[in-house]
């Protein structure tokens, strides 16, 4: 570790290279990506917080990276505090960016231990103590979640199975002066609450989990030792299973290839059917006439506020839209995987214990490859963990050709957000500007209409929509292409492997035998110990 410690110090490193402001921010030394400090706090031991960089504070490159960063730390985060000073509570980009922190938070949490809807969000209006009053500070709130709910399209509420009501609920103030504590009451209890029960909701999950595991692996272990044991006195059976596979295995590998070859045909008519939805809802919605029915049914007033809103409600329909049409052919692309499998299955006439197509495509998407719609489909694997034995057997095998790495989704900036960060700000700061415009009382529907348009247009949004998609299977036609890798090698191993047994004696079989009893035993130790 000394080894690689650069320098050390105490607050001073971070205020000098950490912080923008800092004389030495912009020095080499400033360029390495990781400062470590310690704060000696409780809390710290049960969990971690990110503080991440502030969104969208320039157009630089430092600002980008800071972005990324925050980014990333709030995709893997299980609960976001989202903090905006009371005086400039929820605007442009602040929609934006928190709809996209909502939809990431996991949902385990949801109605247990007496937590309710959305209990690890928190909206948070800080330095709250600047505005005078409880009722204005609470008028701030509550105003801050109904513009923000008007934002939010019936689907996304829908998907997250929540209502504006349960939204609102999020809504806090804080403040840190002294003399002010009550201002941060609310917020405070809420998340003491949330802290303490998040951690026995997630302990009591992951106990349910490793209890399935180790049931699995002791029912999996009885099967081992009872045809290890069969094996052991059916020598000849071993031999002749072993010849077979092996003159399966040309036709399993041209299998694995025409299996690939019609997935990715598959994938040629879903990218074609993705873009042509959305295409056509793209133009159905921004177009002068549709907008402004938009304007009325939504009952916008002309203010800087309504308008605002509006711009946002916009962009989220067509984020919404565009995330569904992205998750309807996903699902299809699951359901083709299962059925080109099966056919292939029956058309080779492979016996399944010899090689099971289907199971060993899961097992290899169970095991990592989430690129494009794959995601979809690993996210959908819940049971049935004995179709993945084969891939488990070889999964050394897999990692090092990289062809699985660890279950971590993967998606693109614009899948991931349903439109570049950049671009969604710029239409909102464009908007936000034409707001400013002095506009005849029956004509500014017209005009902010036509100025979301052009918006649109000069940021080549469309454009931007379409090559999401076209990366969107992209990255799928790369998973095929691991897939038929991971299948190959599969195959090939699977036959090294049935060649060794085919060669063993019985004192291996012994061993074994004795090795599986070893692992049986060290299980249900687990459950004695834990149940």
């Not at 989220?316 to 049409?325: E, R, S, T, V």
Request: glycine share 6%; net charge negative; aromatic share 8%.
């Amino acid at each position: 570790f000394d080894d690689h410690v650069i320098l050390e110090g105490g607050r001073d490193i971070v205020e000098e290279y950490g912080e923008r402001e800092g004389d030495k921010y912009n020095s080499e030394l400033a360029e390495e990506e990781m400062i470590f400090t310690y704060v000696d706090s409780e809390i710290l031991n049960t969990i971690d917080i990110y503080d991440t960089p502030g969104t969208a504070a320039g157009e630089d490159e430092t600002s980008e990276i800071d972005e990324q960063i925050s980014a990333d730390m709030r995709n893997n985060a299980d609960a976001v505090i989202y903090l905006m000073t009371a005086n400039q509570f929820l605007h442009r980009q602040d929609f934006q960016l928190l709809r996209r922190d909502i939809e990431r938070l996991p949902s385990l949490f949801d109605g247990k231990n007496g937590l309710g809807k959305l209990s690890n969000l928190f909206i948070v209006a800080s330095q709250a103590d600047i505005i005078d009053s409880e009722e204005d500070r609470n008028r701030i709130l509550i105003n801050g979640a109904k513009r923000f709910s008007k934002t939010l399209s019936t689907e996304f509420f829908e998907r997250l199975n929540c209502t504006p009501e349960d939204l609102s609920k999020r809504f806090f103030a804080l403040s840190n002066k002294v003399g002010k504590e009550d201002i941060s009451y609310k917020f405070e209890k809420d998340f003491e609450t949330f802290i303490k029960e998040s951690q026995n909701i997630i302990l009591n999950d992951s106990i349910l989990k490793r209890n399935q595991l180790v049931r699995f692996h002791i029912s999996e272990i009885e099967k081992g030792i009872s045809k290890v044991e069969e094996d052991r006195i059916n020598h000849e059976k071993l031999v002749n299973e072993a010849k077979e596979k092996e003159a399966y295995l040309p036709t399993i590998l041209q299998a694995n290839k025409d299996f690939s070859n019609k997935l990715k045909k598959e994938l040629i008519q879903s990218k074609s059917t993705a873009k042509s939805k959305f295409k056509l809802y793209y133009k159905n919605l921004l177009n002068k006439d549709s907008l402004l029915q938009e304007i009325e049914n939504g009952g916008y007033k002309n203010s800087k506020d309504d308008k605002e809103i509006f711009a946002n409600k916009i962009s989220n329909l067509l984020a919404d839209k565009y995330k569904g049409i992205l998750d309807e052919e996903a699902s299809k692309f699951e359901d083709t995987i299962n059925k080109i499998s099966e056919k292939i299955q029956i058309s080779t006439q492979i016996p399944t214990s010899f090689f099971d197509f289907k199971a060993a495509t899961l097992g290899l998407v169970a095991s990592g490859v989430t690129a494009g719609a794959f995601a979809v489909v690993a996210a959908g694997i819940t049971s049935n963990l004995g179709l993945y034995i084969l891939v488990a057997q070889v999964g050394g095998l897999l990692t090092s050709a990289g062809i699985i790495s660890s279950p971590i989704i993967a998606t693109t900036a614009v899948s991931a957000l349903g439109g570049p960060v950049t671009w969604v700000i710029g239409i909102a700061a464009l908007v936000g500007g034409a707001i400013y415009g002095l506009f005849h009382r029956n004509a500014w529907k017209g005009k902010l209409a036509q100025s979301l348009i052009e918006g649109y247009e000069k940021q080549d949004a469309l454009v931007q929509y379409l090559d999401g998609i076209e990366t969107f299977i992209k990255d799928t036609e790369k998973g095929v292409d691991d897939i038929k890798k991971g299948l190959d090698i599969a195959a090939k191993e699977d036959v090294k492997l049935s060649k060794l047994r085919s060669e063993a004696n019985p004192q291996d079989f012994d061993n074994e035998i004795k090795q599986l009893k070893g692992f049986e035993s060290s299980f249900k130790e687990v459950t004695s110990n834990y149940h």
